[in-house]
């Protein structure tokens, strides 16, 4: 069967066929000392070459890894920039779109003297236990007020399971180290 | 008539002290290329190498020594006891005694002394230099067949066949040498290179050489006997411990050791090219420079070339090194002779 060069379909071949076997050059003699020194001195060039460029190697604990404006790391909650209220009304959409069913929120009705939220109501409790997230962003997709949003933090590791369930004031603070973000064309 | 002399013109404690500077040397060197080569590779491999332990990662041969060493000295039960201990013992020694035969300079006046700066100056050398590479191939293949496992004793097994297929060849390219200079004195044959260099008339001699040693030091691309994509780690798969650093301390004095040799009988030894001729004290350093020039040229080859098949080193051996290096023999004999009328 002649090579058409594209890639045949599955089990095209019966028994009897001949089939065209591609080798690589018979070792030979002398000239196959010559051409096995050849290669083994492009073999050298490649990897001297790689002295050449240097080394990409990231430090991690001293240097991040950048991340990608869009990168889903750990959830951040957010508050409005001008009054300081926050942006959670607790209306529970985050919690019934989470696939991992990691989020709890318990609302509570917005005391009009001291409001907590600029909504109705307000999150009294709101955890996300992140042993159990798998970072898809639903919940900041279903958030209809954006006031959860995937930040860019992914240094999670604890000791202990519940330790990783973050509570509401925790993902209101600021992140203490900023995730480096990755420049344009990087 | 005596079959070998060893020319001793020092009195017995300047032998003590240079024999014991010597050796010193050759075991600072141990973690010294130990370090060079994970460096090196690392660079080879776009990546910086070890730089957690001290200062650029210098402490990092000393952990990993302390680590092996307070380790548990493990044994097989099927392994068959004093043998298992013996072997990485013969292969550290038989290493380690090669470097007695190296010359690191010209005879010098030390404090109103006359110090030979080798500790063994033999007029046989080169046939000491080939018996102790020999002699540590034993410490591999008893060590492989001693350790009751099949992994090593494979790794014995191609020791041994690699073993017949590289030292003819090796042997054969250092006739010219040994022909040209007109001795196996290791110092003779370097103070012959006053003037040019051996790699120059000995170009194919050298490279028999230097392929043959890198099969004698179970270097990649012939490093079949640890082999550790088929056979676990070859001869060495059940030692640990204080006994796989001894043979650790053994491939690396060996790597040293084989640098040396190769700048010792090719590249001039403390001979520097040009008629730059530098006062004594310099010679010991320009042999060290060498030897670290041949040792960085084996790792470049490591971090580069893929391990041959068993037994396309035997094929090569026996058909491409062996006829080459006796055709090298022969053309330079009729040479000598018609230069010599």
Redesign the interface.
């Known amino acids: 069967m002649p090579s058409t060069g594209s890639r045949p379909p599955a089990r095209s071949w019966a028994p009897d066929d001949v089939v065209a076997v591609q080798r690589g050059p018979e070792p030979g003699g002398l000239a196959g000392a010559y051409r096995v020194f050849g290669e083994t001195l492009r073999g050298l060039k490649t990897s001297f070459g790689r002295v050449v460029e240097g080394t990409t190697t990231i430090e991690y604990p001293e240097e991040k890894t950048p991340v990608y404006p869009r990168f889903r790391g750990r959830h951040r909650l957010h508050t409005f920039e001008d009054t300081g209220l926050e942006k959670c009304v607790g209306c529970s959409l985050c919690a019934a779109a989470c696939p991992a069913d990691c989020i709890r929120v318990v609302a509570a009705e917005n005391d009009p003297e001291d409001r907590v939220s600029g909504g109705e109501r307000y999150a009294a409790v709101y955890e996300i236990n992140l042993s159990r997230c798998i970072f898809c962003g639903y919940c900041e997709m279903a958030c209809p007020f954006d006031a959860i949003t995937m930040g860019h933090d992914y240094e999670l590791a604890d000791y202990n399971r519940s330790d990783l369930i973050f509570t509401k004031e925790m993902l209101l603070q600021e992140p203490p180290e900023r995730t480096p973000l990755r420049a344009a064309g990087e | 008539m005596t079959l070998a002399t060893v020319g001793y013109f020092e009195p017995w404690y300047v032998q003590l002290l240079k024999t014991l500077i010597i050796f010193g040397i050759g075991f600072s060197l141990v973690p010294l290329a130990l370090l060079y080569e994970r460096k090196l590779l690392?660079?080879?491999?776009?990546?910086?190498g070890p730089?957690r332990v001290g200062p650029f990662g210098s402490m990092q041969p000393a952990a990993d020594i302390l680590k092996l060493i307070s380790k548990e000295q493990f044994q097989p039960r099927g392994a068959i006891g004093w043998l298992f201990k013996l072997a990485p013992l013969i292969s550290a020694v038989a290493a380690l005694a090669t470097f007695a035969l190296i010359p690191f300079g010209r005879t010098q006046d030390v404090f109103g002394t006359d110090v030979g700066l080798y500790v063994a100056d033999s007029n046989i050398g080169l046939l000491l230099f080939f018996a102790l590479s020999s002699l540590g191939s034993y410490g591999v293949l008893l060590g492989g067949w001693s350790s009751g496992s099949k992994y090593s004793f494979l790794g014995a097994m191609r020791g041994a066949a690699q073993l017949i297929s590289y030292e003819i060849s090796q042997g054969l390219a250092l006739l010219g040498i040994v022909m040209t200079a007109g001795s196996l004195s290791l110092s003779e044959i370097v103070e012959h290179q006053n003037g040019m260099w051996f790699i120059v008339p000995q170009i194919v001699g050298g490279l028999i050489f230097f392929v043959a040693t890198l099969a004698e030091i179970n270097r990649t691309p012939f490093d079949l006997l640890e082999a550790d994509s088929e056979l676990v780690a070859g001869f060495m798969t059940e030692y640990g411990g204080g006994r796989f650093a001894l043979y650790f301390v053994g491939e690396y004095v060996h790597l040293v050791v084989a640098g040396a040799m190769f700048s010792t009988l090719f590249l001039g030894g403390w001979n520097l090219p040009f008629g730059i001729d530098p006062p004594g004290w310099v010679d010991p350093i320009v042999v060290l420079a060498k030897t670290g020039l041949i040792v960085s040229l084996i790792i470049?080859?490591r971090?580069?070339?893929p391990k041959v098949r068993y037994d396309q080193l035997m094929s090569f051996g026996w058909k491409?090194l062996l006829p080459l290096a006796t055709l090298n023999a022969l053309v330079t004999a009729i040479i000598l002779v018609t230069l010599a009328d």
Do not use: Y
């Open positions: 690392g660079r080879f491999q776009n990546r910086p730089n470049w080859i971090a580069s070339l491409v």
